[in-house]
């Protein structure tokens, strides 16, 4: 299976409590983290020359390809944790946004548009053809001296796409999504979330369980809700994807017991409502 992923990898800065941790992050770097173990995986982002090498060379290392395009800045978000799942967000420096013809439109399994800092334009996403997951992070926010805020977003471009992903805040930003996507999914961190599939809702109960921090639990909600429901159905999916992120966020490693994750998710909570 071969799946495109686009959009900024990040130099994310995490602060928690005194705990200050540099590493490479952006929700392309977790979403292709999490498909590596299951996908021909290839990253398209921008990053400046300032960014460390050792952590490209560990995406590539996991047999991940990665299209670098120039940019004279990298992404760099300060991350300030107030608890596991409340955080501050500051963008420090932001690359260069993609240009229409920088994107291939290809045969792709999965395309997984994935922004961080409205580098994706709304003209990119129309262009795109074939099954398009996209998560709303990247297209609803506003900078406002480094201060990361939510910006009322015109959404019809996310008709394109067959999964749309946005946590409660973000989904609220969303003017006029028409044509609904095929599943949107709506996460509230560590409570209960909310699917429509086909126009039918959905309550889902992620799995409750004690985790240092949540970067990329969105970002990894995606990915594998994109991998699963490309081969199952919609329930089979859904469940499969919360139990999976569980292990991820858990572990923090792409690799843990496959099969205890499936076994899991037949514990899942998933009721139409
Ligand atoms: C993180 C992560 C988050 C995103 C942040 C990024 O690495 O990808 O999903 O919200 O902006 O710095």
Redesign the pocket.
Same mark, same amino acid.
Request: aromatic share 18%; hydrophobic share 25%.
């Given at each position: 299976m071969k799946c495109l992923i686009v959009g900024h990898l !990040?130099h994310?800065i995490i602060l928690r409590g005194n705990v200050r941790i540099e590493r490479i *992050?952006? *929700?392309v =770097? =977790?979403s292709a983290l999490v498909l590596s173990p299951f996908c021909d995986v290839e990253i398209i982002t921008k990053v400046g020359k300032d960014f460390p090498k050792e952590w490209l060379r560990e995406l590539k290392e996991r047999g991940i390809w990665i299209t670098l395009l120039p940019s004279k800045y990298t992404t760099t =978000?300060e991350?300030r944790y107030l608890d596991e799942n409340t955080r501050i967000?500051r963008l420090l420096s932001k690359a260069d946004s993609f240009r229409v013809s920088e994107i291939p439109t290809d045969n792709w399994d999965i395309i997984l548009l994935n922004p961080?800092?409205n580098e994706i334009s709304g003209e990119i996403v129309k262009k795109m053809r074939g099954f398009i997951s996209i998560d709303v992070?990247g297209f609803v926010r506003s900078f406002e001296n480094g201060k990361v805020g939510l910006k009322k977003t015109n959404a019809s471009f996310l008709s394109n796409a067959k999964i749309v992903h946005a946590d409660v805040n973000e989904f609220e930003m969303l003017d006029e999504i028409d044509n609904k996507p095929e599943v949107m999914l709506i996460s509230n961190g560590a409570d209960r979330g909310e699917a429509v599939y086909r126009g039918e809702r959905y309550h889902f109960e992620p799995i409750k369980m004690s985790v240092a921090e949540t !970067? *990329?639990a969105?970002?990894s909600f995606l990915a594998y809700f994109s991998y699963f429901y490309k081969q199952y159905p919609f329930m089979k999916a859904l469940k499969m994807t919360v139990s999976f992120t569980a292990f991820f966020l858990k572990y923090r490693t792409p690799f843990f017991d496959f099969d205890e994750a499936r076994e899991n998710a037949k514990n899942v909570k998933v009721e139409k409502i």
């Open positions: !990040t994310d *992050g952006g *929700g =770097y =977790y =978000y991350l967000l961080v800092a992070q !970067t *990329g969105g970002d």
